[in-house]
């Protein structure tokens, strides 16, 4: 099973951003922690600033992958483009969030990408991928 985590603006800075509301642990080492928990799926992370660049890797992996989870951050709640992608490819998409969005500012209450995405998962901090991965594992 292949699954790719990918994630949007900031999101390279996890672990000194906002550390009360994204937490302190640098993604990097929550991506190993993952790897390793999930030996048996082939999970593969990409993160860019950058929304072509997002919406050139979603249609990259979006015909061959079996899982994608995507944390599309700021780019969720203004991108047109990202959410048409997700609505163009074939592999599922889970959307997520580390923050609770429904429990934040009124502009991160909407979202392109969750009308096209199987499920949206928010506020569990960083587990939030986590149940998107064993949302794929368990076949949902
Ligand atoms: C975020 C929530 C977004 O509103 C914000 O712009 C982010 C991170 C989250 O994971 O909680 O950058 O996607």
């Known amino acids: 099973m292949k699954i790719i985590i990918i994630n949007g603006p900031n999101l390279n800075l996890l672990g000194k951003r906002e550390t009360a509301i994204y937490g302190s642990k640098s993604f990097d080492d929550f991506f190993v922690e993952m790897q ?3 030996k ?3 999970l593969t992370f990409f ?3 950058i929304e072509g660049e997002l919406i050139d890797k979603l249609q990259e992996v979006g015909y ?3 899982g994608i989870v995507l944390n599309a951050a700021a780019y969720t709640h ?7 992608a997700v609505k163009a490819i074939e592999t599922p998409v889970v959307e997520v969030h580390i923050s609770n969005t429904f429990s934040r500012e ?5 979202s392109y990408i969750a009308p096209n995405a199987i499920g949206v998962i928010a506020g569990f901090g960083l587990q939030s ?4 991965i064993q949302s794929f594992v368990s076949g949902k």
Not at 129 to 132: D, F, G, S
């Open 36 to 38: 390793f928990k999930y």
């Open 40 to 42: 048996e799926i082939e």
């Open 47 to 49: 993160q860019s600033n």
């Open 64 to 66: 061959s992958f079996d």
């Open 78 to 84: 203004t991108s047109v483009g990202i959410g048409d």
């Open 106 to 110: 009124d502009y991160r209450h909407i």
């Open 129 to 132: 991928y986590e149940l998107a």
